[in-house]
């Protein structure tokens, strides 16, 4: 291989792998793409769909929490397994799993509690930038459940605010990839849990749930 022809490989690679890094935040699914809603001053985030594009959200799959609790206490720390479901990957061998997962005061759209890694999920902690610098995001590591089938769960852990601070939101983003190394070929999920706090009725209708906010 000429000098010339080395140089040129070099830069090629350094493009690619730049790309790569800047699109991906290091290997990791980049910050703040739970599809959480506009709340307040905090705008509305964007979805593993922004870059992963190839077919429309939430097809023949799901991402949940399984079981959650309905209530929580002021401090206490809960263990949440999230689940992504789809059989769209069946056929592909290398089929990789990936989520987010984010807490939001529903009423400030600041992030809410705090998240924890539970040693053996292969989970990573993020922090978001700019205007989501104060939510915080447990996602996908070093366990994609490469070639499982669904559907796959991640545990981790999430405590309760000091003090109670009404319902609390949770939005998640599931994607259950073709394994093929690319953005393309990958279906994305979306989901969302409001978690109640123990002092504020339940209100069963919509129209009663309106009329809370205003007692
Ligand atoms: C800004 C663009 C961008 C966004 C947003 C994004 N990704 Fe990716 N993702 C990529 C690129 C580029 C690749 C392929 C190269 C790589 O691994 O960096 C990729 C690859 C992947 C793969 C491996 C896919 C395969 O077929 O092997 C997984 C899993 C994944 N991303 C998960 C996620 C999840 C989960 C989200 C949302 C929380 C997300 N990504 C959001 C750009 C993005």
Redesign the pocket.
């Known amino acids: 291989m000429s000098l010339r022809i080395l140089a040129r490989f070099g830069v090629s690679l350094f493009l690619f792998f730049g790309?790569?890094?800047?699109?991906?935040d290091d290997?990791?699914?980049?910050r703040s793409?739970?599809g959480a809603p506009a709340v307040a001053s905090v705008p509305a985030e964007?979805?593993?769909?922004?870059?992963?594009d190839s077919f429309s959200v939430n097809l023949g799959g799901s991402v949940s929490l399984i079981d959650p609790p309905t209530y929580y206490s002021a401090g206490a720390t809960y263990t949440l397994t999230l689940q992504v479901a789809s059989n769209q990957t069946a056929s592909n061998s290398?089929?990789?799993?990936?989520?987010?997962i984010t807490a939001v005061d529903p009423v400030t759209g600041n992030g809410i509690g705090t998240f924890a890694n539970i040693t053996g999920q292969g989970t990573t902690i993020t922090t978001g930038r700019n205007a989501f610098s104060t939510r915080q995001y447990v996602?996908?590591g070093t366990q994609?459940h490469e070639g499982g089938a669904s559907p796959v769960t991640w545990q981790l852990q999430w405590t309760a605010p000091a003090q109670e601070a009404g319902s609390i939101h949770f939005y998640f983003?599931?994607?259950a990839?073709?394994?093929?190394?690319?953005?393309?070929?990958?279906w994305?999920y979306q989901g969302s849990y409001v978690l109640q706090d123990r002092t504020t009725p339940l209100v069963p209708t919509s129209l009663g749930r309106l009329k809370a906010r205003y007692r």
């Open positions: 790309v790569v890094a800047a699109t991906m290997g990791n699914p980049p793409r739970t964007g979805l593993c769909m922004d870059c992963h290398g089929r990789k799993w990936g989520f987010q996602e996908v994609n983003s599931g994607m990839s073709d394994g093929s190394g690319g953005n393309e070929g990958d994305v």
